[in-house]
């Protein structure tokens, strides 16, 4: 072994003696209630398709047509030759989905947050984070070289330290760089609960920062047309910055930011990841268009409400959740195993009676919070929900 691969090979004994070692596994179904992993059929609790839309006909249509209409690819960055048909179409309908005055799409949520943080704030800005905010947060926040605080999850006394800070900071801020920008998600990725938004909004007003909303677990599952989190608090005036996927409940690819048109101007001009990167392919914005149009429809509804009630028998069927009585927040239900072997082995019976749960470890999440994530979808049965909540009993009984 020469000394690259040797440090490569020193590392990788680091990284599998902690238990974190990952590897890739090949899914060869597509994406629904089943999948077939390395050979195994087995029930999916680990997706977040929370809709069932990914293998779903009239997205799969939409996604070929655009094939045969537009080519496999985009050719070019957005700003060059590449922005088509079915990226303008996506943002109009995303703008009118979230009653926002525009839209922007990235080829992803990662691509979004490290695109739109990194133009909103710079050298001398403040960005404040929730704790448990995902990697694609902090990374942008790092990116921007801001100066960077981190509030205790959901604390808002812990955040109004901070913003009391930033604002006493004013006046030795370098010219034009004294802006403050709050960044959370509306529900957390891996614990499943939601901030205090309305209280984060009013702190934000009262401290005159601004603040961007990670919706990616909420939309297309929450508020009356499911916008998400922020409409259903009615919110959508009084935040700056919404962002979200539409990998997750809208089943393809893509992410975006939905806003003001002058906010979309500046990230038009001003982040990176939009303007130095290939144009989404028009198979995944035709995709996402697909998927908004049933999301608004009584199908959406209907899908959103069959979910809610896999949610409501999984928050009586899941032993994990301990002593947690509280309502569900999400259809994402972590249940805490701590130590990551133990994770990794509880998954690994799960997986001996059928049913594929993830087990997450650090860097998803904080070290010695090892965990069984379980996501729900529309396509679950109740059937299905009973039989993780026998399994997990025993595969968590130590
Ligand atoms: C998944 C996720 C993203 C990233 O979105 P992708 O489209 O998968 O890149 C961003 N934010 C949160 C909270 C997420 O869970």
Redesign the pocket.
Known sequence: MNDFEGELDRRLSEIERQGLSRRIREVASAQGRWIRVEGEDLLNFSS?DYLGLANHPQVKNAAAEAVAVHGAGSGSARLISGSLPPHQRLEQILAAFKGSQAALTF???????LGTISALAGPGDVIILDRL?????IDAARLSRAKVRVFRHNDLNDLERILRWAASRGATAPAGRQHTLIVT?S????DGDQAPLAAIVDLKEQYGAWLMV????ATGLFGPSRRGLVEALQLSERIEVQ??????ALGA???YVCGSHRLVDLLVNCARSFLFSTAPVPAAAAAATAALQIVQSEVGEELRASLWQRISDCATRVPGRGLDTSEPQSAIFPILIGDEPRAVTASARLRQRGIFVPAVRYPAVPRGKARLRVTLSATHTAEDVARLGEALAWATAS
Request: hydrophobic share 30%; net charge negative; aromatic share 6%.
């Open positions: 977040n080829t992803s949520g990662y691509a979004t947050a905010s995902h990697a694609c947060l998600e529900v957390f990725s891996m990670d919706e990616a677990h962002m979200g996927t539409m990998g997750k690819s893509g992410g």
